[in-house]
């Protein structure tokens, strides 16, 4: 089954409502187990791709600020969003999109497995294909009437780009102000990079939030040189930069050094994925214990595309053999920055 063209523009009048069963995915997220090597490229018929969104999403997970956080709820605003919905019944008939019938699609309200409801919503065909592979029911909405519609509804959490990495937990409390047109005052990133299920994601709103950061000594230069001699020779891997990753609630001396890479032709499951990882980080180790005992390190796998071009924009690439076309975000008017009590 491929991802259903159900792309028909919608208001705020497409109704929301919890499925009587609520779905919990099952797909895998992050950095060390993505699910796809290389990007999907956009099928005919599907709307745009969320590409400013995406380029804030990345330099905010590069670099925690208010400008960079202010940028990804503007961006939440503006964009296009494949919303999505809940499965039709089986012995009903899905209704065509821009037909009559089409306004009343539910919106999928799911729950994680504390039992939060959460929606999903991404930037892109593909993101929503590395969530739901065997495909589903979306509808593209401009991100402020998404959050005018589940207002009223029983999520607690929007999550952008589930099973993707990096990607978004908007609370209540912001998706709220959203809705208003109100840029919110967070001191906290919506923007997370993790590995784990969808459905723990939602639940991470609460218990911190995944930072990643890029300094540029976070290894020396001695094994910044043997850790790219080994990974350029490796004809499956395409693009590399070093970084460090700080989970949630792990502490200020929490954070992991990590070599993010891009890759090709390796199987798209999550074990083999690993299983890759775990070969390239045995290969630049080898042999070389007592340079790395010290600084130890993990390594994963970034497909997004909007990764590699802030990568390249912010002059901290180690090496791309392919890189992506780049594109500069544009500024937003008309938002409003304010304070909204609970």
């Not at 809940?86 to 037909?99: F, K, T």
């Not at 005052?185 to 709103?205: F, L, M, R, Y």
């Not at 490796?234 to 050094?257: C, H, Q």
Request: net charge negative.
């Amino acid at each position: 089954m491929v991802l259903k063209k159900l792309f028909g523009k919608r208001e705020t009048e497409v109704e929301q409502k919890t499925p009587a069963t609520a779905e919990t995915p099952v797909a895998k997220a992050g950095a060390s187990a993505s699910p796809e090597a290389k990007p999907a490229a956009q099928e005919p018929g599907e709307p745009k791709v969320a590409e400013y969104l995406e380029l804030a999403m990345v330099e905010n997970a590069r670099q925690d600020t208010a400008d960079s956080r202010r940028k990804v709820y503007q961006e939440l605003l503006f964009s296009e969003l494949l919303l999505a919905l809940a499965e039709p019944d089986a012995n009903g008939q899905v209704p065509e999109a821009g037909s009559e019938n089409s306004q009343n699609m539910s919106v999928a309200i799911l729950q994680n497995s504390a039992g939060t409801p959460f929606a999903a919503a991404f930037t892109s065909g593909a993101a929503a294909r590395r969530w739901r592979p065997d495909g589903g029911q979306y509808v593209s909405v401009r991100g402020q009437d998404i959050f005018k519609l589940l207002e009223p509804s029983p999520a607690e959490v929007i999550v952008i780009n589930a099973g993707s990495a990096p990607f978004i937990i908007l609370p209540k409390i912001e998706y709220r102000q959203l809705a208003m047109g109100i840029v919110p005052q967070s001191q906290n990133s919506p923007v997370q990079i993790a590995s784990g299920a969808p459905e723990a994601e939602a639940s991470q709103a609460q218990d911190g939030q995944m930072q990643v950061a890029f300094p540029p000594d976070v290894f020396s230069d001695e094994q910044k040189t043997h850790a790219v001699n080994m990974l350029n020779s490796n004809a499956k891997i395409e693009a590399a930069v070093f970084g460090a990753i700080l989970p949630p609630n792990a502490g200020e001396n929490g954070w992991i050094r990590t070599i993010f890479l891009r890759v090709a032709g390796v199987q798209e499951t999550a074990e083999d994925m690993q299983s890759f990882c775990t070969g390239v980080k045995d290969s630049i180790v080898g042999g070389q214990e007592e340079l790395f005992s010290a600084a130890p390190f993990e390594v994963g796998v970034m497909p997004d595309p909007g990764f590699w071009q802030a990568m390249h924009q912010n002059n901290i690439i180690l090496f791309d053999k392919n890189p992506p076309p780049m594109s500069q975000a544009e500024a937003k008017d008309g938002v409003v920055d304010a304070h909204l009590e609970a």
